[in-house]
């Protein structure tokens, strides 16, 4: 039986670089006695050797359990593939933590508060745990600070969305900016604006690390053609991009 009282650090890690941890962040991985480690499937064995490699250089000393990240069922719709999925990771922890007494930490990718639902599956843990968020740095900061480019235009706007609502609903209203999550179908190819240019990056921080940038009109279709090519060779890709009006310089 879990206790009432257990804590959970949710530690932002990055993007793949060891040194993009926090020192708060390397001391929650100090002081965690239980850390839990998702296996994504055949292919992407790197992300869990990479939280492992982090905790090492963290000299973090608690167990390590990994566990295996369920699939989503592509037959239901949308929400409810997306709730039912965290509702089965929620209870894998579960069954993961099982009585340990903790205090438990989760490395997540990237930064539990931006486009991760690491939160959202914690509050389903009953009794609710006592939760701490230690940011971490966000694959837009490292896009961002890869090609050297400010997040913003002076005064502009910018929007933080999804290649599905990007398909789906177009270049969003007022924005100078859009900054891109989560697009596996590189849905800026279906963009019909000349004046558009953009900025990409995948594996973020790592090693791989791949960057491109450019007019859209020129950059997209190479920017397509790279990223299966990176997906086919390493099983698993992660990228962003950045989309803005005016010039790629």
């Known amino acids: 039986m879990r206790p009432a009282s257990l804590h959970i650090d949710l530690v932002g890690i990055g993007t793949g670089h060891p ?16 850390v839990l480690v998702p296996r994504k499937g055949a292919g992407k064995e790197d992300l869990a050797h990479l939280r492992h490699a982090i905790l090492s250089a963290a ?8 566990f295996d990240y369920p699939v989503r069922d592509p037959a239901l719709p949308y929400a409810e593939r ?4 965290h509702g089965e990771i929620a209870r894998r922890w579960a069954g993961a933590i099982a009585d340990d007494p903790g205090p438990v930490a989760l490395l997540v990718w990237g930064d539990p508060g931006l486009y991760d639902s690491t939160l959202r599956i914690a509050r389903r843990l009953e ?3 006592h939760l701490r968020v230690i940011p971490g740095i966000t694959a837009l900061q490292a896009l961002t600070a890869a090609h050297a480019i400010p997040f913003n235009t002076v005064n502009g706007a910018v929007t933080v969305t999804t290649g599905r609502r990007l398909r789906d609903h177009g270049w969003p209203a007022g924005a100078d900016t859009a900054a891109v999550m989560l697009d596996g179908e590189c849905s800026f190819l279906a963009l019909d604006r000349p004046d558009l240019a953009i ?3 995948a594996y973020l921080g790592m090693a791989e690390q791949i960057l491109d940038h450019g007019p859209l009109a020129e950059a997209g279709p190479r920017i397509a053609q790279a990223r299966a090519a990176a997906r ?13 009006a005016g010039t790629a310089e």
């Open 59 to 66: 000299g973090a000393t608690g167990r390590v359990v990994e």
């Open 82 to 85: 997306v709730a039912r999925w």
């Open 199 to 201: 900025w990409w990056g």
């Open 127 to 129: 009794p609710s745990p």
């Open 19 to 34: 040194e993009h941890v926090t020192l708060a962040g390397l001391r929650a991985m100090r002081e965690a006695g239980l």
């Open 232 to 244: 086919a060779r390493h099983g698993w890709i992660m990228d962003t991009y950045l989309l803005r």
